[in-house]
């Protein structure tokens, strides 16, 4: 069986044996892998308790495999899986490198299923922002960003001053998203922020901002 084909052609007529892959602990983790991705991609909504179940399990020996299945989930866009996946970021925040991946990958399913009026996943985006991980840090913006909730500039902001020059620059392009050109005269014109974050912001104007020489 494979499963690639099998997600390519929405099959769903393969989805208890796709199921049947997943959930055998003695397949290779690789096969199980390609499984929770096809589920993601055929989109049937009988898979999403077996992926929670998957996400969920903190005895699974492949983080990969809970990886794969969260990024099903986000495919899936079944609000069943809004609980596990905040439960994720809330109880792994601070844990470093063996969860970095699966973090991301809960944050980018969460911003797919565009729970723009839940604050319980706002609050665990947010509290993304303070995570070890700098991609984390950058994948939270980004959901925030995409997130329709009138305080996302607010919260954002103080990432303009993050101890990582990609966290800023991914800030500033955000807020640019959100705010427009004000941001960026107010970086440029500031004492307060950095020579790259700076540039950044020029950078920004001369792709963007047509008329900025013309000033």
Do not use: H, W
Request: charged residues 30%.
């Amino acid at each position: 069986m494979c499963a690639k084909a099998i997600a390519n052609l929405k099959d769903t007529s393969a989805v208890n044996s796709l199921l049947y892959c997943l959930n055998n602990k003695n397949e290779n983790y690789k096969v199980r892998f390609a499984c929770a991705d096809a589920l993601g991609k055929i989109g049937d909504r009988y898979a999403v308790a077996p992926l929670i179940d998957v996400v969920k399990d903190e005895d699974e020996r492949s983080v990969y495999l809970r990886e794969s299945a969260a990024s099903a989930l986000g495919m899936l866009g079944d609000l069943r899986a809004v609980d596990p996946l905040v439960s994720i970021l809330e109880t792994k925040k601070g844990i470093a490198d063996k969860f970095t991946f699966l973090k991301e990958r809960v944050i980018e399913a969460l911003g797919k299923l565009r729970l723009n009026g839940n604050e319980r996943v706002f609050n665990a985006l947010k509290n993304s922002l303070t995570d070890d991980s700098a991609q984390i840090r950058i994948n939270a913006i980004e959901a925030i960003m995409e997130s329709d909730n009138p305080d996302a500039a607010e919260i954002i902001k103080p990432c303009l001053f993050d101890k990582n020059q990609e966290v800023q620059k991914n800030a500033l392009i955000a807020l640019y998203n959100l705010l427009g050109r004000s941001i960026l005269d107010e970086v440029i014109n500031s004492a307060d922020y950095g020579d790259a974050l700076k540039m950044e912001a020029v950078s920004i104007i001369d792709e963007y901002e047509e008329d900025y020489n013309e000033q």
